[in-house]
């Protein structure tokens, strides 16, 4: 069997959790097929070199574990085109991936997100992260709900020949909102990379320096400045109704985000975007990670916080009640005053607070037995 695999998701800067996602398929999927040949798809002005660079990805060598002994059933084939004229021939129905690699042989097709892949005919595989564009589109900007409508990702979800939910809320989504059929729909585990396993065993090398303005002072974290989905007012509210006693008057909110999000209002600190080693040093020494958000299909990011043991709050909305670390605790996302008190109980107790992650790496077993039949 020879599988073509959209490998963009890996190196598109932002696409954050989907890439952390597809860094820890891949190469499960390439141990859990050693029959099979891969034919990973890049695209870009640069060189195939210095994409996968950005990805980590200095060889396929390095990449797939030496135990897996499959790095010679992997292709890697960039198209050296800009992104912006891939998407527009996509869009035009002037290409498709399918038809620009039809001299590569396949069998099927294996796409890690919704993207710019065109009309397919040939059978292909979609893993589904969330509906969150179906379930509120003004959570999104004009320019995304653009994007979704010229990608046809309705579309290109119901022609899937089957789909990968990352969440049983997932499939239920899909399934409520598109008809998709249960059979059609296998919900399988999210997983870490094979390079943040090996960041597991040493948090040393996995985290960087604290940022100055933080040393030394009580700070509750949370994502998603400037998305609206991330409900971040919920945080704020939370954070400012706690410093009303003088026993927390001293506790930060720091949200990561767009800084042109208004945080002049004590405690609040914007901080950008830092760098996935940035970020991992902020979730280690915060001392709570809040989650609001209205929907999330998995989310990825409280079992980041939970490698490190700090204490997390998720809201109770999407499958994160599902799909939250151990010892989560969860709150309303419009019940500020409810998160408020989960803080308190985590800074008057963190210990017993503390949250702990089995997150295993990708179930290839499942994938690999759905894309067979496929086959």
Not at 145 to 161: D, P
Not at 215 to 237: E, H, M, T
Not at 330 to 344: D, G, M, Q, R
Request: proline letters at 7%.
């Amino acid at each position: 069997m020879r599988i073509l695999i959209d490998a963009r998701p890996l190196v598109d800067p932002r696409a954050g959790g989907v890439t952390k996602v597809a860094a820890g398929l891949l190469p499960a999927l390439v141990e859990a097929m050693p029959d099979a040949q891969f034919v990973f798809v890049t695209s870009g002005i640069k060189s195939p070199s210095v994409i996968l660079a950005k990805a980590g990805i200095q060889s396929v060598n390095r990449w797939i574990p030496a135990s897996a002994g499959m790095t010679n059933k992997i292709d890697w084939h960039h198209v050296s085109m800009p992104n912006k004229l891939w998407s527009l021939g996509c869009a035009l129905n002037f290409f498709s991936l399918d038809r620009w690699f039809k001299r590569q042989n396949f069998d099927l097709i294996l796409l890690p997100n919704i993207g710019w892949v065109g009309s397919i005919k040939r059978p292909y595989a979609l893993i589904v992260h969330d509906l969150s564009f179906l379930i509120e589109p003004r959570w999104f900007t004009w320019k995304t709900s653009l994007w979704h409508k010229l990608v046809r990702a309705e579309n290109l979800i119901k022609q899937a020949s089957h789909l990968f939910a990352v969440s049983e809320r997932t499939k239920q989504d899909l399934m409520r909102l598109l008809n998709i059929p249960a059979e059609r729909i296998t919900v399988i585990p999210v997983g870490r990379s094979w390079k943040q396993e090996e960041g597991m065993r040493n948090n040393d090398e996995s985290v960087a320096d604290l940022p100055p303005q933080l040393i030394g002072k009580r700070y509750v974290l949370a994502l998603g400045a400037n998305d609206p989905r991330k409900n971040i007012g919920c945080a704020i509210a939370a954070v400012k109704a706690i410093r009303q006693n003088a026993k927390f008057k001293d506790v930060e909110l720091v949200l990561v985000g767009s800084k042109s999000v208004s945080c002049k209002l004590t405690p609040v600190s914007c901080l950008g975007h830092p760098s996935d080693r940035a970020l991992a040093t902020l979730m280690k020494h915060a001392s709570a990670f809040l989650y609001p958000s209205w929907y999330e299909g998995f989310g990825l990011p409280l079992h980041e916080a939970a490698r490190f043991g700090t204490p997390c709050i998720a809201s109770t909305a999407g499958a994160l009640p599902e799909t939250a670390p151990q010892n989560t605790l969860f709150a309303p996302p419009s019940k500020p005053h409810l998160w408020s008190a989960a803080i308190e109980m985590i800074l008057n107790d963190p210990t017993t607070h503390q949250t702990s992650t089995d997150l295993k790496n990708w179930s290839a077993d499942k994938i690999s037995r759905e894309l067979r039949a496929m086959g």
